[in-house]
């Protein structure tokens, strides 16, 4: 066989991958995970892949479910889901993937929706052109055990009021003619939507996916309404240079080599601390 992708243990895809893009730094490397997989049995490896920038492109398939075990609430579920799981309603607190991966230090973050295709592909390119970990997260639809999830995103009518469209260097508005923007509340500094008139036109946030600073990325990922998803920003809210994993270990490496030769490994494993167990 000659296939471009394998399977891996449930939740270990992102250390499987880490060490794959380390040691194959010609190939392209891509996690395809879920909702359950990535942030539940996989959450430990998912953050620390991200802190450590390897060369990953993670697409987070979010569709607020454990669709392959046939219906129990993941770690995006609402507070309240009724599952086979949670008969009564789940009492868990949801995670919010982009939230999640900008706190683990991501230096590449993108949600955008399965039934765009456009959106989709763009922000796909992007990830791909991105030296280090990116993490895309795209809203599924399961139509067996979670239909009509992110309904409200793709329904034309009420995607006026829910989707943001972010654009690097664009101001951030949307809704018909780009009637509504985001701005910074001078109060609290936290953001919020405003009706765009002449006389705040000016104060529109401008995005800025490539600011040093998380902060405002951050601020995004929490504007949408959980109940109903309106003011939910889509494409790449955060896209920042930092060093990559796979390099600076692939320099150590060459430095090691450099100075000390190519290394014995039975000589490592004799040497230094070894200890003679008397039975
Ligand atoms: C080690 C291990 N534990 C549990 C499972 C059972 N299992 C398979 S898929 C899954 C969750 C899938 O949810 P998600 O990642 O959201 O993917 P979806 O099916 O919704 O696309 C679980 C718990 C497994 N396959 N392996
Ligand atoms: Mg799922």
Redesign the pocket.
């Known amino acids: 066989m000659n296939p471009y992708g394998m399977h891996s243990?449930?939740?270990r895809a992102p250390a499987i991958a880490t060490g794959l893009a380390a040691s194959r730094r010609d190939l392209s490397v891509w996690v395809v995970?879920?909702?359950?997989?990535?942030l539940?049995?996989g959450g430990n490896h998912l953050i620390h892949a991200l802190r450590r920038n390897v060369n990953l492109k993670i697409l987070l398939?979010n569709?607020r479910?454990?669709?392959?075990?046939k219906g129990q609430y993941?770690p995006t579920s609402e507070v309240g889901k009724i599952t086979k799981s949670t008969p009564m309603g789940s009492l868990d607190a949801p995670f919010n993937p982009v939230s999640l991966a900008l706190g683990a230090e991501a230096s590449f973050v993108a949600r955008t929706v399965d039934s765009d295709r456009k959106h989709l592909t763009d922000v796909l390119r992007q990830a791909a052109a991105h030296p280090g970990t990116a993490l895309v997260e795209i809203y599924q639809n399961?139509n067996i055990f979670n239909d009509g999830a992110f309904e409200a995103l793709k329904d034309r009518q009420s995607a006026q009021d829910a989707v943001i469209r972010l654009e690097h260097g664009q101001p951030i508005r949307f809704g018909t003619d780009g009637a509504r923007g985001v701005v910074r509340d001078r109060q609290t500094g936290d953001l919020r939507v405003v009706t765009v008139t002449p006389q705040n036109e000016t104060d529109v946030l401008v995005h800025d996916a490539h600011a040093a600073s998380p902060t405002t990325a951050f601020a995004l990922s929490r504007l949408a309404d959980p109940d109903t998803l309106h003011h939910t920003p889509i494409g790449v809210l955060r896209s920042v240079e930092r060093p990559v994993y796979d390099t600076l270990m692939a320099d150590q490496l060459d430095t090691a080599v450099e100075q000390h030769g190519k290394g014995d490994l039975a000589a490592l494993l004799a040497g230094g601390d070894t200890w003679t167990v008397v039975g």
């Open positions: 243990i449930h939740g995970t879920g909702d359950g997989d990535a539940s049995i398939f569709n479910i454990y669709g392959l075990t993941s399961c």
